[in-house]
């Protein structure tokens, strides 16, 4: 099948311009899956919480989410997407939608904030996990996830097959990383990140582009531009994922001894 990572440039606060945008680059190819960066619609400097409740939307009856889903009907496909998301209590997560041939599958609340999010948004409280769709298990994850490997590895143990990294990145290092975590779990992984760069009262934000698709092996598969608001495509096979064995002897699941990681949940 085909995966798609979706690298946009989005202007700060312009939701509605900023979906156009994404529908342009997506309806430039058929693919299976599609993933869109982290608050892909927003921007992501924000001022502060407040201004983060001006745009956050519940899931999945916002507007965002209902573009989502008329667009993963119209294409026939499986989105995953970052916006901001409200709950019925006043909080606000920097979250992921997923929908699946304009089906709601669920909202992924970011766990790992990073730097000001901290400012602007709740940390999500439940623990990584995979969804199952009609590609199979799909386990998101949102930026500076990707530093924690237990992350990827959760989503691994739960049957992920894909992990869908929504990001708007900008330290120099997360795109490397993200083939150890692939090469940890035996897993794909598709990165969209976003290019460009956010202004705020004479302060910027650069963001380093550089989405990819990465195969179970480590292998870069496709590859963005550093600068430029593109759509990148790779062939995978998710049965390919299955495949756990690193030697004859050796299963990375199957060797693991839990019983000596204590200390990871102290």
């Avoid at 979906?19 to 001022?47: D, H, K, M, N």
């Avoid at 993963?72 to 992921?96: F, K, M, T």
């Amino acid at each position: 099948m085909l995966v798609a990572a979706v690298q946009t440039e989005p202007v700060l606060g312009a939701v509605q311009p900023n979906l156009e945008r994404a529908a342009a680059l997506i309806r430039t190819v058929s693919a299976q899956l599609y993933v869109l960066p982290e608050l892909f619609t927003t921007g992501y400097f924000f001022a502060d919480r407040a201004d983060v409740a001006r745009c956050a939307e519940e899931f999945p009856t916002g507007e965002t989410c209902r573009w989502l889903a008329q667009l993963s009907r119209e294409r026939d496909a499986v989105i995953v997407a970052g916006y901001p998301e409200r709950d019925g209590l006043g909080r606000h997560y920097n979250a992921a939608a997923l929908f699946d041939r304009g089906r709601p599958v669920a909202s992924y609340r970011k766990i790992h904030l990073f730097d000001r999010e901290w400012g602007w948004f709740d940390p999500g409280t439940q623990p990584p996990r995979a969804y199952d769709t009609s590609l199979g298990r799909i386990g998101p994850m949102i930026c500076f996830d990707w530093i924690f490997p237990e992350t990827a590895r959760c989503l691994a143990l739960d049957g992920a097959r894909i992990l869908v990294h929504l990001a708007n990145l900008v330290l120099p290092f997360a795109q490397d990383a993200m083939i150890t975590r692939c090469l940890e779990n035996r897993v794909f992984a598709v990165t969209a990140n976003r290019v460009g760069r956010d202004e705020r009262d004479g302060e910027a934000i650069e963001f380093t582009g550089r989405s990819q698709v990465i195969g179970p092996t480590g292998r870069r598969l496709a590859t963005a531009t550093a600068d430029r608001a593109e759509l990148i495509v790779a062939e995978i096979d998710p049965n390919d994922a299955e495949q756990k064995r690193v030697t004859p002897a050796n299963d990375l699941f199957r060797d693991r001894r839990p019983g000596l990681y204590k200390q990871l949940v102290a």
